[in-house]
C-alpha cells in the first residue's frame, strides 16, 4: 500500500465526514426552529457546537489530501 492510497482513503472519509455534519446541521436546525421549550433548543445546540468541530476536522482533512493529490 503506497501513500497516495492511504492519502486518498482518508479524502474519502473526510468528505463523508462532511456530508454527516451538513446532514446533522441540517437537522438540527429544523429542530431548532420547531422546538417548543429553551430546554429543546439547548439541547439541539450542544449538538450543534460538537456538529462544528467535526466539519472543521473533516474539511481540512479533505482540503489537505486534496493538495497532497493534485
Do not use: C, P
Not at 482518508?10 to 417548543?36: C, D, K, N, P, Y
Not at 429553551?38 to 482533512?61: C, H, P
Amino acid at each position: 500500500m503506497d501513500a497516495y492510497s492511504i492519502v486518498l482513503y482518508l479524502h474519502i472519509v473526510g468528505v463523508l465526514g462532511l456530508f454527516v455534519a451538513f446532514g446533522l446541521e441540517w437537522t438540527g436546525l429544523s429542530q431548532i426552529r420547531s422546538a417548543m421549550t429553551l430546554e429543546q433548543v439547548r439541547a439541539w445546540m450542544g449538538i450543534l457546537k460538537n456538529v462544528r468541530k467535526l466539519g472543521f476536522a473533516s474539511m481540512l482533512a479533505s482540503v489537505v489530501t486534496g493538495i497532497y493529490m493534485m
